[in-house]
């Protein structure tokens, strides 16, 4: 059974177009994040939802806007795609009160955007 | 701003040599982790380090957590062509409150056969 999953694991869209990716997680964590990779291979988060509430909205455009319809799904909504947004997107979860947090990742969707 | 940073950008080595990577944190952290990303994969969580001083191992890999808690490393002991992939170091600042990681801009890795 997959702990985290997204779809899609590709997407390649014209500049201008709306998309979305989608996260679960069958873990029971309380925490989801969505972190973004560049070429470089710089992981960067950009957002963090704790049993739904949004808890951490780092520096990221307003074309992306992040919802929780429930613990188990974190979904990423990208309006306007522009060149720059080129990327590997990761979902993650933890479970805030373990004493590890460790993140479990999802196997990432690649975003192209010509 | 907190920023964690990582060294040496990549890493090229024979298969049997060792290969060590480094982390440093501009600010105190409560713990660290660290993560392996093979070529073409999703980081995966192999250990976190929460007191000053603390070393842990796990086979060939060696993690230091150093005593002012800015800084770690990771060691791999006698390199093979599975240890490909890129490390990360993840801190987490005493400062916040909430699940918030700074990863490291990490370390590639290459094992040459």
């Known amino acids: 059974d997959t702990a985290v999953s997204q779809t899609p694991k590709y997407l390649v869209t014209q500049m201008g177009n709306d998309k979305s990716i989608k996260c679960e997680q069958n873990?029971?964590?309380?925490?989801m994040y969505w972190y973004k990779q560049d070429s470089k291979k710089f992981l960067k988060i950009m957002f963090s939802?704790?049993?739904?509430?949004?808890?951490i909205n780092e520096t990221v455009p307003n074309r992306f806007s992040p919802k929780s319809p429930d613990k188990a799904h974190l979904n990423l909504h990208i309006n306007s795609l522009e060149l720059g947004d080129s990327a590997v997107y990761f979902c993650?979860?933890?479970?805030?009160?373990?004493?590890?947090?460790?993140?479990?990742f999802g196997p990432g969707t690649r975003l192209t955007v010509t | 701003g907190q920023q964690v940073m990582q060294i040496p950008q990549y890493q090229h080595v024979q298969e049997g040599e060792d290969f060590t990577t480094y982390c440093n944190s501009s600010?105190?952290?409560?713990?660290i982790q660290w993560y392996k990303q093979r070529p073409g994969g999703h980081p995966v969580f192999l250990i976190q380090?929460?007191?000053?001083?603390e070393v842990k191992k796990q086979k060939r890999l060696t993690f230091q957590f150093g005593e002012a808690k800015k800084n770690s490393s990771l060691h791999i002991t006698a390199t093979q062509t599975t240890d490909v992939g890129t490390y990360f170091c993840?801190?987490?600042?005493?400062?916040?409150?909430?699940?918030?990681?700074?990863f490291g801009s990490g370390t590639k890795l290459n094992v040459k056969p």
């Open positions: 993650a979860s933890s479970q805030r009160d373990r004493p590890s947090y460790e993140q479990y």
């Open positions: 873990l029971g964590h309380d925490t």
């Open positions: 939802y704790n049993n739904k509430e949004l808890i």
């Open positions: 600010t105190t952290l409560s713990n």
């Open positions: 380090l929460v007191k000053s001083g």
């Open positions: 993840a801190g987490f600042p005493v400062l916040y409150n909430f699940n918030k990681f700074y």
